[in-house]
């Protein structure tokens, strides 16, 4: 799937998605243009999704974080249910699961008044039956993607 050059330069790109061509090509042992061709065929084939910047959301004024589990109203199509949770600015995640619920959600706020007033607006949301909440209270590990090649 991946050679071990490939994985190298996606483990660069993990730890620093800014990392020049340059620099690469001195970790792995290539030329730059050789990285940029490499990490475009990465591009290409979907390996690489995008880049973007981390934020801290204690730094931004969002240190609420709380998963909100979602179970849809009978016979409401499905996909007017999760085009009305995309269009909440809260939600930062929506993943469709298998179980008692149809939906996580994990949502970031400025207090638990917001919390509360987002659950009170959520939970009359066309399309939504009923909601769980479990706010978090630390969170102990948070990172980028395992690799799978990565022991």
């Given at each position: 799937m991946f050679d071990t050059v490939d994985q190298k330069i996606l483990m660069?790109?993990?730890?620093?998605?800014?990392?020049?061509?340059?620099?690469?090509?001195?970790?792995?042992?290539?030329?730059?243009?050789?990285?940029?061709?490499?990490?475009?065929?990465?591009?290409?084939?979907?390996?690489?999704?995008?880049y973007r910047a981390v934020f801290d959301p204690d730094v931004l004024g969002l240190p609420i974080c709380a998963y909100v589990a979602i179970i849809p109203q009978p016979r409401n199509p499905a996909a007017n249910l999760v085009e009305n949770l995309r269009n909440q600015p809260e939600i930062e995640e929506l993943h469709a699961v298998a179980g008692n619920y149809s939906y996580f959600?994990?949502?970031?706020?400025?207090?638990?008044?917001?919390?509360?007033?987002?659950?009170?607006?959520?939970f009359v949301l066309d399309g939504v039956e009923r909601t769980q909440t479990t706010m978090v209270l630390k969170t102990n590990v948070e990172r980028n993607m395992h690799l799978p090649f990565v022991s």
């Open positions: 660069i790109l993990r730890k620093d998605g800014r990392a020049s061509h340059a620099q690469i090509a001195k970790d792995v042992g290539l030329s730059a243009p050789a990285i940029g061709e490499r990490i475009r065929k990465l591009e290409q084939s979907g390996v690489i999704k995008g959600a994990k949502v970031r706020v400025a207090s638990p008044e917001e919390l509360d007033a987002f659950l009170d607006r959520l």
